[in-house]
């Protein structure tokens, strides 16, 4: 483990748990980046598979950049409830949560967000790259009014500070929307400055969502909502109609067109930088 003379300016957390199949991808994303002043804290909920071997064996490349790397492995809640208990060992100013399966968009996003972070804000989003069946979509951060009717920020594209994370918490009653609803409880707060970056700050593999795991979180977002004293423009029953004849047809899509539904004209690439280049 190393020492570091002084705090980071970042914390980077994942939060695993039996995660042998995804969590090398997501290291090596992290152990890619060109920036140095940043701790990268993995908390594992106790994984009973290979997890903390693949954890443990990267520890030298980190200790070689001179890059706190700390892995914490206790019991927990679920994955919100490990983002809450990592927060509170984390040095950094700034945190950014990248989970198991998940990844930094390429080498240089630290960086670039080093030169974003200012006193003037409080949470700092941007961009996704969805990644699903080995093809890239661009995913933009959206106006924080959409809050309505969607979510504008995905957590994985986010970087906030991090006693406001210790502060406000991720709620554990939500399996899937705790960091929406965290994300909304600030904004409806208005004692928290946003500022949208036009950045790509990850990859998120879509993993073929379930038509009822959309549906859970489309409820939760509206409990959220509720309880934050948010009024939606569209009926929460139409919305969740909507979503299921969304994954339907998606479904039915996908059958038919096999590989041609992932096409440039629908968005897909299978290039990231291609991506990039068609949004420029």
């Not at 983002?83 to 240089?108: P, R, S, T, V």
């Not at 006693?163 to 918490?169: C, E, P, Q």
Request: with cysteine.
């Amino acid at each position: 483990m190393t020492i570091m003379n002084k705090k980071p300016l970042i914390s980077v957390v994942t939060a695993c748990f039996n995660a042998e199949k995804d969590i090398e991808y997501t290291i090596k994303s992290i152990l890619d980046q060109d920036y140095a002043d940043f701790e990268y804290l993995i908390k594992d909920g106790g994984s009973a598979d290979s997890t903390l071997e693949i954890v443990r064996k990267y520890a030298g490349c980190f200790e070689d950049r001179n890059i706190s790397y700390r892995i914490i492995s206790e019991s927990d809640d679920g994955i919100y409830d490990a983002m809450n208990q990592a927060a509170k060992y984390a040095e950094g100013e700034w945190i950014i949560f990248i989970n198991a399966g998940d990844a930094l968009f390429d080498g240089k996003v630290l960086s670039r967000l080093s030169t974003e972070v200012s006193d003037e804000y409080d949470i700092l989003y941007g961009d996704t790259a969805l990644l699903d069946n080995g093809k890239y979509k661009l995913l933009i951060g959206r106006s924080l009014t959409k809050f309505k009717n969607t979510n504008p920020i995905c957590h994985q594209a986010s970087l906030t500070r991090t006693d406001i994370v210790r502060r406000y918490t991720f709620n554990t009653k939500y399996i899937i929307a705790a960091d929406f609803d965290l994300f909304l409880k600030l904004y409806v707060s208005g004692a928290q400055r946003f500022k949208k970056s036009d950045m790509i700050f990850c990859v998120f593999r879509l993993g073929g969502i379930s038509d009822k795991r959309a549906l859970q979180r489309e409820k939760e977002f509206n409990e959220s909502r509720k309880q934050n004293g948010m009024k939606r423009i569209v009926v929460p029953h139409l919305q969740i109609l909507a979503i299921s004849l969304y994954y339907l047809i998606r479904r039915i899509a996908i059958a038919v067109l096999g590989e041609k539904f992932y096409s440039p004209r629908r968005g897909w690439y299978s290039d990231k930088n291609e991506m990039v280049k068609t949004h420029v």
